[in-house]
Nanobody, 124 residues
């Protein structure tokens, strides 16, 4: 099994920045595709960003493109989400996800492992 633990969430004012971290343990591998999703109250879990196993390829949701950056450090089994120019619309629980069998995907059901989530609240 793989355990994913997110950290770095909190309260920030609009225009501010946060960096989320996702630490993997257990059966971890640098071959895993890693993604970030978010879910606001009453809404579906939406794709945010994904990074390939090597880190060479990234994909972002249009709503966060040019504001968020996903990165990974395979030596530390950790993936990051740097969030800049935060907006109130970014308020959500952010989840880290991992998959070892598919290429980069924006579809949540393609991911096998999920963290418990970390709350990000952006005040207007």
């Amino acid at each position: 099994q793989v355990q994913l633990v997110e950290s770095g969430g909190g309260l920030v004012q609009a225009g501010g920045s946060l960096r989320l971290s996702c630490a993997a343990s257990g059966r971890t591998s640098s071959r895993y595709v890693m993604g970030w999703f978010r879910q606001a109250p009453g809404k579906q879990r939406d794709f945010v960003a994904v990074i390939s196993s090597s880190g060479a390829s990234t994909v972002y949701a249009n709503s966060v493109k040019d504001r968020f950056t996903i990165a990974r450090d395979n030596a530390k089994n950790t993936v990051y989400l740097q969030m800049n120019s935060l907006k109130p619309e970014d308020t959500a629980v952010y989840y880290c996800a991992a998959d070892g069998t598919v290429a980069t995907s924006i579809i949540a059901t393609n991911y096998d492992y999920w963290g418990q989530g970390t709350q990000v609240t952006v005040a207007s």
